[in-house]
């Protein structure tokens, strides 16, 4: 009867007002959406029923969004509420009142002292979250938008980037640096431009935004694990500069062939992962790594709120099920004691530890340690020492508001590990079933570039990115220095920006005689055409001594428009960043140059990630 009802009152609504095909204009819904008490709820989600159409309720729950017809039906929801469907129609505004769910229930773990003596994760009821939470902003699973309720202020915490600047090559003709195959900074500013805001400028590592796109590299096919490719042509930016391009090609390893993996999933399930962009989606991300192991892998889970616990024991790759049903049953709630979670979980893989095989922890958070040891210092002490056992670290950064990149940054490249940033399904898929190998499986550790370039062809050079990976000259030759490690199939690419000699500069400072040594190069510069030398230092994963690998690199004198499009879509990359950032050294850099590079080297774009570079582009060009 009730279905009767609301068929017959839709269809009058429609026959009464049409379409906005019939009259060439969009229409208008406005409403406003209370809890039962008749409070207005802040944040909460309004779509247009089987679109991606929708908005968010105002601080007073107020709404109002455009649509094709003039009467359509909503789905209305908020975290902690029950899910409603009203229909509504043009003219005629409308409140929606929202019902409290049930609460959420205890999660009891099992500690790892002692099997009997269970660990009580206290869940959240769900009208005190919601007092708690205000300013939703949407955040994406796969191509549906969902809006996740905020804390209401902002806590994200970025370490200050100093960007690299111009040196002079008679003075220093050495630049030395660890590589980063990390790519958080890119997908967390996705994050913030699909959210219709630009980026903090120290949310931005124009490393990462590179690294995040695959390059056309050739495989590596002699004894080293990792290709080399090298290409200089003109700076878009600057047109009297150089661009010199080096990309590292890592060698594919099938994963039927990659090493047995001992992996321990350390989940944050405090009270402030219980938005749907955290645990929700963390959740869906590690059941789509679960479908990737293989009957020799196994996967412990240990979780941490106000205290840490072993929620699943070492459980092979064959037993999916029991696996998914683990990580389905976790809910959060209460404080973070991340360093418990993170000592447990490293003692869980090295009571496992596989000999030659991939042991990791996989820690999903958002940073946000505030119980027992939790400054940045104290967690990366903890990770320095943990990573001489052999077990390397993942972190998956997830959320918004209180997301704490810097931690997360820092705990990565002290435990030998990588760090990503998941915004939505999509991403969880690109980096735990795409690119399973590279993520979880390192075949190079260690490995450092290291370029001498000739004073008599380079005035200045400027290494772009890479600010907190840059070493000491001295750090080269060092194999107990810690560096950036190189997982199965993943690349590498770098850009210096080359002033050649006899070109004026604004970036450099007048080379002064000295009193007491003269700067004569030798005579093979002066004759040389070489434009620098490259080398590289890595270490096989369980090894404790580098391997040295050397390329001269040349300057063809090729034009832009003939160079390659790995060569013009990370100059086109590079270039947004810069603008991103506003940084001093953007020269001539505009949205629309970026936009015309990164079109024209496209390339082979299956999974449409290049595309959505331009499109992003496109976007903060039209922010004011």
Request: net charge negative.
């Amino acid at each position: 009867m009730i279905n009767k009802i609301f068929i017959l009152a839709l269809s009058s609504f429609l026959f009464a007002f049409g379409t906005a095909s019939e009259t060439g204009k969009p229409f208008e819904i406005k409403g406003k959406v209370v809890d039962d008490s008749g409070s207005p709820l802040i944040g909460a989600s309004i779509l247009v029923k089987g679109t991606p159409n929708g908005s968010i309720s105002d601080v007073d729950g107020k709404f109002n969004l455009m649509v094709s017809d003039s009467c359509v039906v909503l789905v209305v929801s908020y975290t902690g509420f029950t899910t409603t469907e009203k229909p509504a129609c043009a003219g005629n505004e409308i409140q929606v009142t929202l019902g409290a769910s049930h609460a959420l229930s205890e999660l009891v773990v099992t500690s790892s002292g002692r099997k009997n003596s269970p660990i009580k994760i206290r869940g959240i009821n769900s009208r005190a979250k919601h007092d708690e939470m205000i300013n939703a902003t949407p955040s994406y699973m796969g191509n549906a938008k969902i809006m996740s309720p905020q804390p209401d202020f902002n806590t994200e915490d970025y370490d200050r980037i100093q960007e690299n600047r111009f040196h002079r090559a008679t003075q220093e003709p050495q630049s030395t640096f660890s590589i980063d195959v990390d790519a958080a900074s890119y997908t967390n500013l996705r994050r913030h431009i699909n959210n219709g805001q630009r980026p903090p400028e120290d949310a931005v590592r124009i490393e990462e935004m590179i690294n995040y796109f695959d390059y056309d590299y050739p495989e590596p096919t002699g004894k080293h694990p990792f290709s080399i490719t090298t290409e200089v042509s003109d700076c878009p930016w600057e047109s009297k500069h150089r661009l010199v391009h080096i990309g590292l090609q890592g060698k594919h390893t099938p994963t039927e062939n990659l090493p047995a993996a001992n992996l321990v999933f350390l989940v944050d399930v405090s009270g402030s992962m219980n938005v749907a962009n955290k645990l929700p989606l963390v959740q869906s991300s590690f059941k789509l790594l679960a479908d990737q192991l293989r009957p020799q892998d196994r996967v412990a889970i240990v979780v941490y709120a106000g205290a840490a616990g072993l929620v699943l024991e070492p459980t092979t790759g064959n037993n999916k099920t029991k696996i998914k049903e683990a990580i389905d049953k976790l809910e959060a709630g209460g404080s973070t004691a991340g360093g418990e979670g993170i000592r447990l979980a490293y003692k869980t893989a090295k009571e496992h530890f596989i000999k030659g095989g991939n042991n990791r922890v996989i820690l999903a958070t958002d940073g946000d340690f505030n119980v027992g040891v939790s400054s940045d210092a104290e967690m990366v002490q903890i990770v320095e020492e943990e990573r001489k056992s052999g077990v390397y670290l993942t972190v998956l950064g997830y959320g918004m508001g209180n997301y704490k990149d810097n931690k997360m940054q820092k705990m990565a490249d002290s435990g030998n590990g990588n760090h990503a940033y998941i915004d939505n399904l999509d991403e969880a898929r690109r980096v735990l079933v795409s690119e399973f190998g590279g993520t979880m499986y390192t075949i190079a550790k260690d490995v450092k570039l290291q370029l001498e370039f000739n004073p008599a062809v380079v005035q200045g050079y400027r290494l772009i990115g890479y600010e907190n990976r840059v070493l000491n000259n001295e750090d080269f030759d060092d194999d107990k220095k810690d560096a950036g490690e190189l997982g199965a199939g993943h690349t590498v690419t770098a850009l210096y920006e080359i002033i050649p000699v006899g070109i004026d500069s604004k970036f450099l400072v007048a080379d002064k005689e000295l009193k007491y040594q003269e700067r004569d190069l030798k005579p093979n510069a002066t004759r040389s055409n070489e434009l620098l030398t490259v080398k590289f230092r890595y270490k096989a994963p369980d090894a404790d001594n580098s391997q040295l690998m050397e390329e001269v690199v040349m300057d063809k004198n090729v034009s832009i428009a003939k160079s390659s499009d790995n060569f013009r879509w990370s100059a086109a990359v590079a270039s947004f960043g810069m603008l991103l950032r506003n940084s001093e050294f953007k020269g001539e850099a505009t949205y629309e140059l970026c936009k015309k590079l990164a079109a024209e080297a496209r390339g082979k774009d299956n999974e449409g990630y290049r595309a959505e570079m331009i499109r992003l582009m496109e976007t903060v060009s039209l922010m004011k």
